[in-house]
């Protein structure tokens, strides 16, 4: 396993849209291995294959906590379904867009259909934190990062904001 290195705003591979997988061969399983070995090295919660700078529609998530034991999934080809009216804010950060964090309004609930590491269909309602978790991954598969929901003028000042804040990150480490 690899850790790999995650890329961020503005690198115009964010807008790519990702390809479906056609086949679950070795090396999409070694890169499923290396995106859940770059997500706990980060750390964070979820990972998108486009954010180590690979345009395929793979997610890993795992929500979770510190005091619990590792639950690392995986997500091939998923979509989205059925989501609830009911909306839900929650304050979200992103790998690729260090340094700023904005609340974000999402379906409180939805459906993921995807195909596990086995190419078998499953399906999963979400609630809650995966539910904001999945939607977010899933916006980077589509080439939207979770500041693309905010006003023209909160974006350019977060991604403003957080170009900054990992120049100052670099300095403070050299
Ligand atoms: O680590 C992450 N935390 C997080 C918090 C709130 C909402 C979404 C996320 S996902 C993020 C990791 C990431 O950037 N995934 O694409
Ligand atoms: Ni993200």
């Known amino acids: 396993m690899t850790i790999r290195e995650i890329i961020t705003v503005p690198n115009p591979l964010l807008k790519t849209i990702s390809e479906p997988v056609k086949v679950i061969d070795d090396e999409v399983l070694s890169l499923i291995d290396d995106m859940i070995e770059t997500m706990y090295a980060a750390p964070g919660i979820g990972l998108a294959a486009i954010q180590v700078g690979v345009p395929k529609r793979i997610l890993v998530i ?13 997500f091939i080809n998923p979509e989205i379904i059925d989501p ?7 304050e979200e950060g992103c790998l690729s867009v ?12 939805c459906t993921v259909k995807y195909l596990d590491k086995d190419g078998v269909e499953q399906s999963v309602r979400c609630k809650g934190m995966l539910a904001t978790v999945i939607q977010h991954e899933m916006d980077h598969l589509n080439g939207v990062v979770f500041v693309d929901h905010l006003s023209k003028l909160k974006r350019d000042r977060a991604i403003k904001k ?12 050299e």
Not at 62 to 74: F, T, V, W
Not at 84 to 90: G, P, R, T
Request: proline share 7%.
């Open 62 to 74: 795992d929500i979770a906590r510190e005091d619990e034991a590792r639950n690392p999934l995986s």
């Open 162 to 173: 957080s170009i900054k804040s990992r120049t100052s990150e670099k300095n403070n480490n």
């Open 84 to 90: 609830s009216e009911i909306l839900n804010s929650f």
């Open 98 to 109: 260090p340094g700023v964090f904005e609340e974000i309004e999402r379906p409180d609930e």
